[in-house]
């Protein structure tokens, strides 16, 4: 079956102007997140949804991030007013239920946005 | 607060010698730790997880509660190893990673 999917593989965007990242979780999958993974930071945890709705927004960096589930499926994460220094690969990922340790996380392909 | 720390970022060992990627964490209660790998051009993955004691692609990994660590370790390298490997801790809600450690296999 096909897994999580993400799009645009890459995104080349000028600063000031918002983009939107879209993640396709594996289906049935209840539970998705979103990371940002930078050069030097590792993996950084963003936001995680389970269903629609979306326990833990710790992660989000400021105020110009957000995403949003639709229908238990689609998420799609919105930076507004980019910058430079949110150039980095967007991973999303989703696993069968909620975070608990038999819980494997499937990751997808990453979106790598450059902002110029 | 949660966090993993691996303190090499980069790893180069030759083929056929042993591997250690360190991993220490910081966790109040009890933890669930990961490894997690990215080969090139592939989507990261799980490699293994503690609690199932496991050995995969020849790694183990054993949680030690006393030093806080779970270090992967390989006793004899491959080609095939080179990748960057992400330890991982379970939180409440969420994984916490490591900062990552890129592994060079030199043949």
């Known amino acids: 079956g096909a897994g999580v999917s993400q799009s645009p593989s890459n995104k080349v965007t000028e600063k000031g102007k918002d983009v939107e990242l879209r993640c396709d979780p594996i289906?049935?999958?209840?539970?998705l997140y979103w990371y940002r993974q930078s050069l030097g930071q590792g993996l950084e945890f963003l936001i995680y949804?389970?269903?629609?709705?979306?326990?833990?927004k710790s992660g989000l960096p400021s105020d110009r991030f957000s995403a949003e589930r639709t229908g238990g499926s689609v998420s799609t994460l919105t930076i507004q007013r980019t910058q430079q220094e949110d150039s980095a690969v967007y991973l999303c990922?989703?696993?069968?239920?909620?975070?608990?340790?038999?819980?494997?996380?499937?990751f997808g392909p990453g979106t790598r946005l450059t902002v110029l | 607060a949660q966090r993993v720390t691996q303190p090499e970022k980069l790893l180069s060992v030759f083929k056929g010698a042993p591997v250690e990627l360190k991993c220490n964490y910081s966790?109040?209660?009890?933890?669930?730790l990961f490894w997690y790998v990215q080969y090139s051009r592939q989507r990261l993955q799980l490699l293994l997880r503690?609690?199932s004691r496991e050995s995969i692609k020849g790694f183990t990994a054993d949680l030690n509660k006393g030093e806080t660590s779970f270090h992967l370790k390989k006793p004899f390298a491959q080609e095939e190893d080179s990748a960057m490997y992400y330890c991982?801790?379970?939180?409440?809600?969420?994984?916490?990673f490591g900062q990552g450690t890129r592994l060079t296999i030199n043949p």
């Open positions: 503690h609690i």
């Open positions: 990922a989703s696993s069968l239920d909620r975070p608990v340790i038999n819980n494997e996380q499937f």
């Open positions: 289906s049935g999958h209840t539970a």
């Open positions: 966790y109040s209660g009890s933890p669930e």
């Open positions: 949804f389970q269903g629609n709705s979306a326990p833990d």
């Open positions: 991982a801790l379970q939180g409440a809600q969420k994984l916490v």
